[in-house]
Nanobody
């Protein structure tokens, strides 16, 4: 599975961004997710959406981020609202079955 993430950019605190991830094949059998890695920090899970639909979020983004998937389009999205400077990171899309596939990252910078 090849994953292409897009939608990153520079925004001010409090603003929103929507990340998109396009898969090269059907995502029906995969648990999809978004990870991020901030400068000098370890990569962390941000949000996941199970192949059957259940979602899970990191505590730091609960209530602000929403993950969704469109199986018909092989797409996964991350709607990020009320962005904070600490959300600044490279965001990676993932697809997990027996192994995890990683896409290239997209940079999100939250700064005034």
């Amino acid at each position: 599975v090849q994953l292409q993430a897009s939608g990153g950019g520079l925004v001010q605190p409090g603003e929103s961004l929507r990340l998109s991830c396009e898969a090269s094949t059907t995502i029906i059998g995969y648990d999809m997710g978004w990870y991020r890695q901030a400068p000098g920090k370890e990569r962390e899970s941000v949000a996941t959406i199970n192949r059957h639909g259940p979602r899970d979020y990191a505590d730091s983004v609960k209530g602000r981020f929403t993950i969704s998937r469109d199986n018909a389009k092989n797409m996964v999205y991350l709607q990020m609202d009320s962005l904070k400077p600490e959300d600044t990171a490279v965001y990676y899309c993932t697809a997990r079955s027996t192994i995890i596939y990683w896409g290239q990252g997209t940079l999100v910078t939250v700064s005034s």
